[in-house]
């Protein structure tokens, strides 16, 4: 007796950055019928900002079926050197490791999952589900659309959290990220030599600053085609980080404010702190920079990732701080080991998603406590700086 196939089951997903392309692509390969919905009216961009390629991101790449092969997934630092303040070398060891751009995992996921299902300048505004594990979601334009699960990939200021969930938001750390791309022609020559091939960090009052290569334009990982990568943490209040965060035009930008939009004193303040903290190569690339951009550090870790049908994931469901590296290969975690739950109970989402939930609420957990550990430490607490001796 032939047993009767299963139609395909179909999820929506709200949010089409890389959490929601990493389940979109996944829930395809496992025979859902997959619907991304982006607000954004474009096709996101950052220009390449720097990601510490984990192994993850590659597990999704590979499940999707992305040709690894033809593909540079990203730059090889060396070592990771930590620089004082006055530009002497506090420690140097070596520590390969591949540094990633978010434009490389973009438009690379974004081409595996391809135009069709993927729906531009829809913003997700309302939601409902039924007993019989219906879920309905409601866009802006007054259009709604109906699935069995439908999955909240729709980042920190997420919607879906906001609409089941209210009372869960992140809350500032006290310190934001300061962050900056130069091409790497474009480097001063001293700090092209003293910083290219390696992890450079220093720390001084806080403050706290990291920078590597990573791919350039087109995904470019050829030498002389990459970009300069700098982050660099800075004690804020609450006063001055919604002064920063008021763009050049005036518009509150709330927690981040993107290349170009930075008012232009805030760029002059940024330059004059480089010179009274960075070490000369560090303080040359963020002195290169034209178009320096920030984003405020937050904190989150919610107590609920499934509600009937509906679920959350990725930066919507908790935040690491950058310190862990981590942010964006969680949303992988996230991602790959829903799909492994709905293949262990294919003909019981329910089962499955009650399985996926506790340890992803863990991961979260683990990641914001590890990241504020390390994050506290190296702002609030380590703030003498290193100094030659
Ligand atoms: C344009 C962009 C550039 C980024 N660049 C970097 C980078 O250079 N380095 C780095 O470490 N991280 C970067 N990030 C953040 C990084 O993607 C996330 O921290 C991490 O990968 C988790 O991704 P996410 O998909 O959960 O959340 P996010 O990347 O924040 O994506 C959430 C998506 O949901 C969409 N959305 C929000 N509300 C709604 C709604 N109501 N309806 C429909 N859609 C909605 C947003 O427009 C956004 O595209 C960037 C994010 C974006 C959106």
Do not use: C
């Not at 859902?32 to 607000?39: M, T």
């Not at 930075?262 to 040359?284: K, M, T, V």
């Not at 034209?290 to 919610?302: E, G």
């Not at 942010?327 to 739950?341: C, G, H, V, W």
């Amino acid at each position: 007796m032939n047993t009767p196939e299963r139609s395909p089951q179909r999820a929506l997903i709200i949010g089409g950055s890389l959490g929601g392309l990493f389940t979109g692509n996944l829930l395809r390969r496992a025979g859902w019928d997959v619907d991304i919905y982006e607000r954004s009216p474009h096709s996101l961009d950052s220009r390449g900002g720097g990601i510490v390629l984990q192994p993850e991101v590659v597990e999704v790449f590979r499940r999707t079926g992305v040709d690894l092969q033809p593909l540079e997934l990203g730059v090889q630092s060396r070592s990771r050197t930590v620089f004082r303040p006055d530009g002497s070398i506090q420690s140097k060891h070596v520590a390969p490791q591949t540094q990633t751009s978010w434009s490389l995992i973009y438009s690379t996921m974004r081409a595996a999952f391809g135009e069709e299902h993927y729906h531009q300048g829809q913003k997700l505004v309302g939601l409902s589900q039924t007993p019989d594990h219906r879920v309905t979601a409601r866009f802006a334009d007054g259009t709604q659309e109906t699935a069995d699960l439908l999955v909240g990939a729709d980042g920190s200021s997420s919607t879906v959290r906001h609409l089941l969930w209210p009372t869960e938001e992140p809350s500032y750390a006290g310190y934001l990220a300061w962050r900056g791309l130069v091409p790497e022609d474009e480097m001063p020559a001293m700090a092209r030599e003293a910083l290219s091939g390696d992890f450079s960090f220093s720390s001084n009052v806080q403050s706290h600053i990291l920078g590597y290569l990573v791919p350039g334009d087109g995904n470019d990982t050829r030498p002389g085609h990459r970009l300069y990568n700098w982050v660099w943490y800075r004690v804020a209040d609450n006063a001055q980080l919604h002064e920063i965060m008021t763009d050049a035009g005036g518009r509150d930008r709330g927690f981040s404010i993107p290349e170009g939009k930075l008012a232009s004193h805030w760029r002059e303040h940024l330059y004059r702190e480089a010179d009274a903290l960075l070490p000369a190569p560090l303080r040359a690339v963020v002195r290169a920079t034209t178009q320096p951009f920030a984003q405020a550090i937050r904190d989150l870790a919610v107590d609920h990732m499934v509600d009937g049908r509906i679920i959350l994931l990725g930066d919507a469901a908790s935040i690491p701080r950058p310190h862990t590296a981590a942010s964006t290969s969680k949303a992988a975690s996230n991602a790959l080991s829903l799909l492994a739950a709905l293949q262990t109970f294919p003909d019981d989402p329910d089962l499955a998603l009650s399985h996926w939930q506790p340890e992803q609420l863990a991961l979260g957990r683990y990641l914001r406590d590890q990241g504020s550990r390390i994050g506290d430490h190296l702002l609030f607490q380590s703030s003498r700086p290193a100094t030659a001796r």
